[in-house]
Structures are given as C-alpha cells and as structure tokens.
C-alpha cells in the first residue's frame, strides 16, 4: 500500500553533525556513505559530521551531502516497507528523488550532480542569492522588475518568503529596496551561484547533454514538478525536469498544495534538518510532517506510517 507524500530536500538542509546517527545505527547509510566518498573522492564523512560549516555550506559539497542523506533515508524506509504515493523535490533534491523512485541508481545521481556543478563553473556565470520575508510574491516581483539588472524570484518557499538570484548587484539592490518597502529580513545566502535564475540557461543547455547520454528507468513513484505542480510519470518527463531545473523556478508553495489537495498526508522529510516542514507548516497549518534526520525520528515516523495506514 502507498500513502503520503516524501520532501527531498535541497541545499540549505545541511548542517555539521548530519548523517552521524544514522550512519551509526544502519548499515545502509554507512553503505552509502562509502560509495559517496569513492566515486567522489571527497571526505564527506569528515565534513558532514565534523565541518567546518564554512566547507560544508559550499554549494557542491552541501548538494551532495545532502543528497547521500535523503538517499541513506529512502532505502532505510524501504527495508521498512514505507511507501509514498508521490515524492515532492525542492531544488537539488530532485536528484534524491528520482533515485529513490527508481529513476537514476545513486552513482548516476553523484555524477549527474558533479556535472551540473561543472556546468555551471564553465558558463562561468557569477551571481548569487538573496531571501526577503515579510513581503507577498507580487510585491517581490515588482521590486524585480524596478531594479536594472538581472534579479528574479528563484524560489518561493511560503506565501511571504521568496528566494531571489541574479547578478549580485542587482540582488543586492533588490535586498535593499526590500527593507526599504518593510520587509521584516533582506539578506544575502550562502549560494556562490544564482540557481534557478535565466543566469544559469547555458548551464541546463551543457547537463541536458549529459543527461541525455544517461539511461534512465520508469519511476515507480510519481514525482511532483515544482515548475508546473504537475506528476511526472515517465523517465522522460523526470530528465526533461532535471535538464531545466538550473534555470527554473521552484514553486514550492504550489508543491505543498498539491499534496494536500490530494491528502497525501503525513508528509514525511527524507533527509536532513527540518526546513521543509517548516516551510509546510506556514503554508497549511494542519499539515503533518515527520522527520527522519536521526535515527529516533525516523523510528518515529515509520511507527506513525504504519499505525496510520498499516502498510504491508
């Protein structure tokens, strides 16, 4: 039986510490761990759990550590018999999610984001990211459209807080204007690159060919679009999202809709930290969300899973 929903999360979940517990209770988080570290030839292990935050938050090295938890996270649900009905990405963790829905097998999903971070350093595109809260999507866009330059909305996390890239003096002046119109925070993020922003169309144009050279399975779990909201269904729809997501926008918001129109509840959080069921909550207060960063939370959630729906 299938139920609820699965949130991959993306950069921005990592913190130092994650994974350890997880990689001490079960062996297929040390395993994958292992293949990580080899096929990368990175220390995660030694940055994940001990940093500095400084290397850690680096864009590369927090898309894949974050992306080898979820992966711990999903197969260890799966030896457990925990199904979703759909899985939800936000940002880089459409990688996760299309492994854990069968689409890519891990090394593919390191390689194809090792070759998304190349991309990008080869279109040489400098920019960076900024958060506003405390101001509507509308009101956000229309600061975009005063400020000379390239800034966009990239991300829009709730109904009041919106992610903006482009080139950095553009969202610095748009971080600025921010304050000026009463936004509660303006600040920069710890980005080194304008993800989701037209910025980045050369680089989707460099990984769509690689992703093209890649076979690619049927999901067997559909995996809901943060551009349109939509299911994909197919592993063509899956690479044609993974081929443009360097550029798009991610409607987040629109995601958590989706889920609850179809009350694919609970939700659970497949990896590390908490920022996406906080994020839910603001935008459906009567959301559920579990969390699996240790091992007792996701003890937890498979406990509340299985007494909710009695999965086989």
């Known amino acids: 039986m299938r139920a609820g929903s699965f949130l991959f999360p993306g950069q921005g979940a990592q913190y130092v510490g994650m994974g350890r517990d997880l990689v001490e ?3 297929e988080a040390l395993a994958l761990l292992s293949r990580a570290e080899s096929l990368l030839g990175l220390p995660l292990r030694e940055v994940m759990f001990s940093g500095p935050e400084e290397r850690l938050n680096q864009d590369f090295i927090a898309q894949v550590s974050v992306y080898t938890v979820s992966c711990m996270v999903a197969d260890i649900l799966a ?32 390689t194809l984001m090792r070759e998304a971070d190349r991309c ?34 990239s991300i829009v996390n709730t109904n009041h807080q919106i992610i903006v890239s482009g080139e950095r003096p553009a969202v610095d002046e748009l971080l600025q204007r921010a304050v000026d119109s009463e936004a509660l925070t303006a600040d920069w993020l710890p980005a080194a690159a304008p993800y989701h922003c037209s910025l980045l169309a050369a680089a989707d144009k460099c990984l769509a060919k690689r992703i093209a050279e890649n076979t690619m399975n049927e999901p067997h779990t559909a995996i809901i679009s943060y551009i349109d909201h939509k299911p994909l269904e197919s592993a063509v729809k899956v690479a044609e999202l993974l081929s443009v997501q360097l550029r798009s926008q991610v409607g987040w918001v629109g995601v958590v809709e ?26 459906h207060r009567e959301a559920q969300v ?20 009695q999965c086989p």
């Open 258 to 283: 989706e889920l609850v129109r179809q009350n694919l509840a609970p939700m659970i959080e497949i990896g590390p930290g908490q920022m996406l069921g906080r994020s839910v909550r603001w935008i």
């Open 290 to 309: 579990q969390y699996t960063e240790t091992a007792a939370a996701l003890e937890d959630a498979v406990i509340i899973f299985l007494n909710q729906y």
């Open 79 to 110: 030896t457990k018999s925990i199904r979703a009905a759909a899985f939800a990405p936000y940002s880089s963790g459409i990688y996760a999610a299309a492994y854990a829905a069968g689409v890519v097998d891990f090394e593919t999903g390191l």
């Open 25 to 27: 209770r079960f062996s």
């Open 120 to 153: 990008i350093h080869e279109a040489n595109t400098s920019g960076g990211m900024g958060v506003v809260l405390g101001l509507s999507l509308a009101e956000v866009e229309q600061l975009c459209d005063r400020v000379p330059g390239v800034v966009e909305v």
